[in-house]
Each structure stands twice: as C-alpha cells, then as structure tokens.
C-alpha cells in the first residue's frame, strides 16, 4: 500500500511514495521553474516527469491515492489553483489533472502549510499533541491548523493562514494587496529585498534566503539584522495564533527554517515578550521535525487519516 506524495511550492517540485508508517522511497525533487515565458502546460509536463521518475524508482508500486500540497490560493476541495509564488498557473484545475492521470484512487490536495501541520501532527514534532500549528516559512510563509486532534479547514479551506497575519500595520506591501502581512516581513525573497535597500550586496543577482542565512551565519550586520527582522515578526504572529487557539506545539518547516539559531533565537525573543498568558507561555515553537519532507508526508496524511485530516469528500 503506497501513496504519491507531491509537493508543489514556488522554490521546488517535490514528489515521493510513502507508506502508512510515513517512510519515504522514490524521492526526486526539482527547482520550480520560472523561465520567462513558461505557460501552465509546460509546468504541468515539468511535474509529470517527476511524478515518472518518482514511481520508476519506487519499482512503480499500485497506490491507494495521490495526496499533494500546493502553494495557495486554489479553490478547495477542486483544487483550481493559482499559488501566488508561481505566475504560470492562474486557475489551473491540478485535481482534475491527476485524477486524470491517476483514475480511481481518491485524489487530495491542500495548501502546502496545511500538509506541513498535517505532517508534524501525524509523524513529526506535534506527534500525540492535540493542537498543532505547523508552518512553512520559504518563498512565501503559510500555515495550518490542528485543533483538538483534527485538521481545521475553516470556510473555504484557508483556516491557519498564518502568512497574513499583520504584525506590522506600517509594513511592507503583500503580494495579497495588504500591508505588514508576516509574508511580506519573513518571506526569503522579501528579506532578500530588504537586505539589498539597507546596504547588503551578495555576490551575484539571484541570490535566495539561503544566500542571507549563510552570510549571516558568516557575521555579516545587514544578514544578522534580515534574520532578526524574519524572527521577531514570526515570533508575534505565533504569539497572536496561540492566544487565539490554545496551541501546545508549533512547528516551522521551510527552506527559511535551516537558519538554526539566527531566525529561532530572535522568534523565541519576540514570542515570549508577546505571549503574556499563562497558557500561552506553555508553547513549544520548534523546528518541523520532519525537515523538508514535512509537506510529503503529511499530503500522504490526507489519504492514510483522512478522518481526521480529510473532510471533504
């Protein structure tokens, strides 16, 4: 019994088949492309052949379901999906395309966060905890829900967004049309942005938060105050998500979280200044558990505890 996991997110395409204990096999993971010019059918053909080489490596096993995390918004459960990290695809219908490509086992897909915080609860960092937020900070920073052992779907699929959160009403513009979102703050290419307008000058032009990180880690001023500003604005959204939901852990994933100590001490600063509450100063905020397979494996979550992370069939 297998699943196919994929991961979809504006900084790479990941795909892997899991088993029910969570284990992975046939991993391969390629950079999102963003080539100029690049329509949604060749991002799809971009995805097929790594679901191809996924399931060759993995000796091509029968599956009980394709189960995919995707950057937001989409409409949910359809799954028409338009992430904002990745202009090629407005609207594209990627449920009816796998099912399509994958007739008769269920096809799941959710916001990418929403499967990290799926991932953590079912075999991560929240593993036996009832109230889990989970948390992508990457190109962009998103989240989900699990309140009382059970993913949260809210309205219209979009409960936990923690990625617009305001944390600062003075802030910089979102790429949602607000200001002082914690995505416009904490997101890499943003601090990137931010970096570059207080002096920093890397070397070469496409230069990523991981970029930042490392000279950051190299002790360079412009770096270290980057990190710093990531970290106190997630340390106050999670404070505000955590007196709203009575949270026990809160796990942060994303190619953003390998910074260590650099983002986590900053974060931990802010939340306890912000989080005054009895209850509130019981939370665990730590690393995804899971690492950057936190997102497969908790959209194989959705078809393996589909009653408890799966709602809408």
Known sequence: MSVLAVDIGGTKLAAAVVDPGGRIAGYSRVPTPHDA????????????????????????????????????????????????NIPAWRGFPLRDRLRARHPGPPVRIHNDAVCVAVGEHWRGAGRGRGNVLGMVVSTGVGGGLVLDGRLVDGASGNAGHIGHVVVDPDGPPCKCGGRGCLEAIARGPGLVAWAREQGWRPEGRDVTGVELAADARRGHPLAVAAMRRAGRALGIAIASATHLCDLEVAAIGGGLSQA???????????????????F??????????????????????????????????
């Open 260 to 278: 260590g100590a650099l983002l986590f001490d900053p974060l931990e600063e802010a939340f306890r200044t912000h989080a005054r509450m009895e």
């Open 280 to 313: 509130a100063r019981q939370v665990q905020v730590v690393p995804a558990e899971l690492g950057q397979t936190a997102g497969l494996i908790g959209a194989a979550a959705l078809i393996y505890g589909g009653d408890r992370y799966w709602s809408a069939d």
């Open 37 to 84: 010019g690049l329509d949604a059918e060749g991002l799809w053909r971009t995805l097929e052949a790594l679901l191809d080489k996924v399931l060759a490596d993995a000796g091509s096993p029968p599956l009980v379901g394709v189960g995919v995390g995707c950057g937001g918004p989409m409409t949910w459960p359809a799954a028409e999906v338009s992430p904002l």
